[in-house]
């Protein structure tokens, strides 16, 4: 079965998932807090202006700005205190030629007033006159009605993902409650004659199920809501059950098994009994990861993940995080400016295959400023050299190899 | 009151906390699928080994790896294939010499075998006789009992804080349940004659509040528990009450107000009302964030945070940020190895008064592939320019600009 597809770089398996993404899902609302981290379904624009009038961005005296014109420390500007601004209220009157009003940050401007004189640029010369000593140009120290948005601008565009600050922007504007996009649902199907649950005691021969809590939780950091199916034997006919339940239940589908040739010819089989367009690639040219499918069951995309966990997790950070996140593989987000953001140093000598690009984990070191990437040796297999890796080092497809002290892309894990 | 104190820099700001923490809290147990992102606030050791006996990582032969050496395609070295083995299952048997069991990827492996021939170097010449074309090693292939975890090991230290991959190893030791550290509780008191709450309409001079909303995204975002309290004026009998109950209900403090002189006054305050230690500093020597409180009120930290949104957001992130994340400042954690892991190019020059450390809102451009930060221009009191930066550039105290093209750390916000 394998031999019918040749393996493909990561850049063709995402073109081949292209005609079906993105994923669709409807929307649901969330009250602010509920939203951060998730992705707007609509644009939201503003239904007003903010601030709603001009403010202050100083304490000092609110002035006609020509009033200050020539000011210097040896020769002030004089205007007379006729007002002051009290804070959340209209000031009730108008600033004349020579007139100055007391004003706070954030304090309403007077009419007639046009600019702000810091208060540590005046001088109280008498209860009610105070003398200027650096003039200011008209808008100086003042937030204008409608800089931060005006009324019918849009605030945030749909698909944006909400961050704080967008939370800060939304209650500006008076919006509670906002329509983001419903998480993606995982289903995550483990095969395995070998396997028993983490809460199980394995018998001679057995191993608990490493894979399925590590994509679970994988799931979970990407915003998505992990369903775990019980672990079932490598047959066809229960995995075909199975993957006939999780696709009713879930938006995308993980089959996490062992890497022996018959656990992967079990999952092509049972994917490709649910007709086309079925299987879209068997094998990545990446290292760890070689051994995965991709697939399109029933308008869902499915995924055969190799059985060894760093290699299920290379792959999972490569081919379905992104779909969690975005619903696709668009590079237009934020996201893929800095999918490796991180220049490290890799600390050894490392051969890898042309043609083929390599992700390494690494431990990052701090070395006096310098960031180190050192490689953390095992086997794909073992969990262990997960959980010792703060990151994976790239090495793209044109390279055969990096020597010691060479610069890296390293992503954090 | 604030000409009492010196404005410190943010590692003396730091430090003046660090005799008071780290901020205590017991520890709550989680299901592992719940737990992820939190921290262990005991260690886990493995119970048992893992896996618990030797296995293939390959599908092929178990053998005696002295019965391949100096087997070559020209000249095969042949074995009986003497038995099978069961994925799941205790082989029931011994190899002796000169024999194979067939085996595939995650079987155990027969008493007597020490190595596998992955099924590529081997052809089959009858049913039960197979030529091995490429010699093994001992221990070939395998992965060994205890290899991942030996018993009594420590899997993942006190402090460490949970990933997908950690899931991974928590299973395979048979632990579904972990001991975390609590969330922190963080109180946010909104302070401002002129400030409403943002499903309320501002009447002329009144504005919604910003910052409250977009502090307590900011504390979910780092995996703390906000509580808004309600929006109160600024006096200090109305402050004290308010700042007396958060102090009961939450583990650390945020008082967001205006950013006049007044309100800063009033913090400083009544503050000092409940006694020592009090106010630590007052300002710190950054831009923007410079007004800025921190104090320890009844063991519990308390910010005074600067009334510009993009203000107040910069002194969370350096001050508030660590906190909620490890209780502390310490450097131990890896996160504080990448505080600002993006290295890009600054688009513009830009000025930085010496002894200062500037922050600088930046938009990422990625260039046919060469990161470039763009500054967002705009004052700090708007929240759109927070809005329209992706992360935050940092110039140090020790420079007083950055040139056009040169290389600035970023941390995305």
Known sequence: MAELFKALTVEEARLAFASYLPIKKPPEELPLLESIGRRLATEVRAAEDVPGFDRSTVDGYAVRARDTYGATEGLPSYVDISGEVLMGQ???GRIGTGQAWRIATGGMLPLGADAVVMVEYTELLEDSVIGITRPVAPGENIIRRGEDITSGEIALPAGHR???QDLGMLSSIGIPRVEVVAQYKVGIISTGDE???PYECPAPGQVRDINSYTLAGAVIACGGEPK?????RDEDD????????ALEENDLILLSGGSSVGTRDVAARVIELFGKPGILFHGLSIKPGKPTIGAMVKNRPVFGLP???ASAM??????VAPLIRSGDYSNSNKESLTEFPLRAEITRNLHSAAGREDFIRVRLVNQSGRL?????????GLIKTMVKADGLAYIPAGKEGVEAGESVDVKLI
């Open 162 to 164: 909400i961050r704080p």
């Open 307 to 309: 059985g060894h966990p």
């Open 372 to 380: 180190l990437a050192d490689p953390v040796l095992g086997k794909s």
């Open 238 to 245: 229960l995995l075909k059950n199975m993957l006939e339940r």
């Open 195 to 197: 396997l028993v649950a």
């Open 314 to 319: 290379v792959v999972f950070d490569l081919m």
């Open 228 to 232: 775990l199916y019980d672990i079932i």
């Open 90 to 92: 209209a000031p009730g």
